[in-house]
Each structure stands twice: as structure tokens, then as C-alpha cells.
């Protein structure tokens, strides 16, 4: 696409164009010396897909939320959780084989549990993705020696409670 100036629009407004030879991003002004305005180019806009558009950030999954948890048991191919949500605890069941491939195996292994969620083709998903929190033998139970007055209040706690057995 080319425009032409007219010198009678020069003279006019007193606008007068830069040298011949220089060349902005969107404007290329060539001409003589006798003929300044002999042609001003303009290149097309071209129309680029912006970064980041939302339909890439739908097919990129994100993590809707975190939950903290701990394994407590395996019982066949379920193994009994608990998760810390709200600052209460969850009890709830997982397949054991989920916990054994992110290396959970260890009674009170801590482990982080991520709630992925993606639009597919309009439809929304979710996934599950299990970390371990720490190496299978960092976690063992440490028994702790009680002092006189700890063990009479677990005495008085024990023989007041109903079908606690010690």
C-alpha cells in the first residue's frame, strides 16, 4: 500500500519529511531531493497470536490447592491417609499404589497432595499429584521417656477414658 503526498500539502502545513535513507518501524519515507514526498510506505499490520492466550493458559494445568497429609496405614490396595484441611484432621482412602510410586511407604510419612485443574476442549479436569514431604527413613515413631507427673496424667487420662485399653 502507498500513499502520495502531494507538495501542495508540504507547503501547507510545514511538515517535511526526514532524510530519504531513514526507515522507522512502521514507516518508510524514500525520495529525492526535487521529490520528498514522492512516496511514503506503510507496511501492514500483521496480526500475531499474543503470548500467553487464554487458550494456553486453559490446557495449562494449576494447582486449585495443596493439602498437607500423612500415610497412617496400608490395608490391601487402599492405604488410610489423614490431611490436615482447616486445621482439623480428614481421614480418608488412597490407592496404596498412588503412595508407593511417589515414595510413600512408611506409617507417618508426611506427604503434599496437588489438585491440578485444566480446561480440555471445554470440559474441566482434574488431576491429582502426590509428593513425598520426606525420605521413608526420616520417619520413624520416637518413644519419649515420661517424667513422674507425665505418666500419672496418662495413668488418669487412661483409666478415665471408655475402651481405651493400654
Known amino acids: 500500500m502507498t500513499f502520495h503526498v502531494t507538495e501542495s500539502f508540504s507547503e501547507r502545513t510545514g511538515f517535511h519529511p526526514a532524510p530519504a535513507s531513514e526507515t522507522s518501524s512502521r514507516i518508510k519515507i524514500s525520495g529525492s531531493e526535487n521529490k520528498p514526498f ?4 506503510f507496511r501492514e499490520r500483521v496480526d500475531r497470536k499474543p503470548r500467553g492466550s487464554k487458550a ?3 490446557l495449562k494445568p494449576h494447582v486449585s490447592r495443596r493439602l498437607h497429609g ?3 496405614q496400608q490395608e490391601g490396595t487402599e492405604a488410610r491417609v489423614a490431611f490436615v484441611y482447616d486445621g482439623k ?3 480418608y482412602f488412597l490407592p496404596y499404589q498412588r ?3 511417589a515414595g510413600v511407604t512408611v506409617e507417618n510419612q508426611p506427604f503434599e497432595m496437588d489438585e491440578y485443574e485444566t480446561l480440555l476442549e471445554g470440559i474441566p479436569m482434574k488431576g491429582y499429584k502426590i509428593t513425598a ?3 521413608p527413613e526420616d520417619c520413624y515413631p520416637e518413644v519419649l521417656p515420661l517424667d513422674e507427673r507425665s505418666r500419672d496424667n496418662l495413668n488418669f487420662i487412661l483409666a478415665n477414658a471408655r475402651h481405651v485399653t493400654r
Open 70 to 72: 500423612f500415610f497412617i
Open 38 to 41: 514522492e512516496g511514503i510506505q
Open 133 to 135: 514431604a520426606a525420605r
Open 89 to 91: 484432621l480428614v481421614h
Open 56 to 58: 494456553e493458559a486453559a
Open 99 to 101: 503412595l508407593e510410586e
